[in-house]
């Protein structure tokens, strides 16, 4: 009786985890794009240097009408001052890490939260993103293509 329950608790843990991956995948699937009055203001709020400053608005700058098309086959196309960046993302087991893969490599980025209306990506120092990742949907337009 004791090893049935035991199984039975890990079959819900499991399934937990994957809903928790697939609810969070289908909500990141479509066309976004940087909030990035939101990400300014939330650079603003943090203790950063004024060289860190200027280099998120610097970045805000290049990538403010940059959309990111997260399609369905967990392919990535980034478009950007008219230029295509391809790559992948996947999300993890428990849908709290998104992995995005531009250069070969996957790159880890918590999500500190996830909606319909918005996608928060956690700062990062280690990798140098010091302020939060905030995205919105782009009007109108779906990426499940």
Do not use: H
């Not at 203001?41 to 200027?54: C, I, P, Y």
């Not at 098309?69 to 999300?91: C, H, R």
């Amino acid at each position: 009786m004791k090893r049935l329950m035991v199984m039975a608790l890990l079959a819900t843990l499991i399934f937990a985890c994957s809903k928790g991956n697939e609810n969070a995948r289908q909500l990141i699937i479509g066309q976004w794009k940087y909030d990035t009055q939101a990400i300014l203001d939330d650079a603003n709020k943090r203790n950063m240097s004024d060289q860190d400053k200027l280099l998120v608005q610097g970045t805000m700058a290049v990538y403010k009408d940059a959309v990111f098309n997260f399609k369905a086959d967990s392919t990535l196309v980034i478009i950007s001052n008219g230029i295509n960046q391809f790559g992948s993302w996947k999300m993890s087991e428990n849908g709290k890490t998104l992995f995005l893969n531009l250069s070969g490599q996957d790159q880890p980025n918590t999500v500190s939260s996830i909606s319909s209306g918005r996608i928060v990506l956690a700062p990062d120092p280690q990798r140098g993103i010091r302020y939060s990742r905030i995205f919105i949907p782009t009007t109108g337009a779906t990426g499940q293509e």
